[in-house]
């Protein structure tokens, strides 16, 4: 399968702990994209990547939030400290870019629930 | 500030019958692109179809349609003949001065047998 991969699918965990997710994007795509879905709403963007380059993060991304796409290639999203309201699911996309034309393909999500 | 409306929360139709998703958008770009996509109980988001602001025409793609109109900022999507394997929500989405894609709240279509 040639499609956005994310890992893991799902992940349980306490209040204040810290989770990474991992996110591997088509091969030749070289724009990544964060989005979170929260429960009956659309995706929101919250940060994207042109190769390793961070080009933009949204105001919901907190300092808690960190993402990062070291080689260009595979991207991470850190939430340290976690809280309640971060339970939601986490999407990642890749697109050929740049371009606002580009198709963005998404990948099957992680779903984060925090207790 | 950019924005997508999709009024529709959920709708419910019998097989065969023909639905039509609304989606209308607020921007100030003049060049800006729409997008559908669907999001099945798996959760895997499906890009349907993408439309730039400079392309008014309507497009049709097997059982599938769009109706884009700036006069009214909408957008559109009809299904017909409709089958119990497009139930799913559905998203209407738009690009603008950047790169990212601002998503309205999602119809949940239901089609029953």
């Known amino acids: 399968d040639t499609g956005v991969s994310q890992d893991p699918r799902h992940k349980i965990t306490k209040r204040g702990q810290n989770v990474t997710f991992r996110c591997d994007p088509i091969?030749?795509?070289?724009?990544l994209y964060w989005y979170r879905q929260t429960l009956g709403q659309g995706p929101e963007f919250l940060t994207y990547?042109?190769?390793?380059?961070?080009?933009?993060k949204s105001r919901l991304l907190s300092d808690r939030f960190s993402a990062e796409r070291p080689k260009g290639s595979f991207s991470t999203l850190e939430i340290q400290r976690t809280e309640q309201g971060d339970s939601a699911m986490y999407l990642c996309?890749?697109?050929?870019?740049?371009?606002?034309?580009?198709?963005?393909?998404f990948g099957p999500g992680t779903r984060l629930t925090v207790l | 500030a950019q924005k997508v409306t999709q009024a529709q929360t959920e709708i419910s139709v019998v097989e065969k019958e023909d639905v039509t998703l609304d989606c209308v958008y607020e921007?100030?770009?003049?060049?800006?692109?729409l997008f559908w996509y669907k999001q099945p109980p798996s959760g895997e988001l499906v890009f349907l179809i993408r439309?730039?602001?400079?392309?008014?025409q309507n497009e049709i793609s097997g059982r599938y349609s769009w109706n884009f109109q700036k006069s009214t900022s909408s957008f559109n999507f009809t299904i017909t003949a409709s089958q119990v394997v497009d139930s799913a929500v559905y998203f209407c989405?738009?690009?603008?001065?950047?790169?990212?894609?601002?998503f309205g709240t999602g119809t949940r279509l239901q089609v029953f047998p």
């Open positions: 439309r730039n602001s400079f392309d008014e």
């Open positions: 921007t100030r770009d003049t060049t800006y692109y």
């Open positions: 996309a890749s697109s050929l870019g740049p371009g606002r034309a580009a198709e963005q393909f």
């Open positions: 989405a738009l690009s603008g001065g950047n790169d990212k894609l601002i």
């Open positions: 091969s030749e795509h070289n724009r």
């Open positions: 990547f042109q190769n390793e380059a961070q080009l933009e």
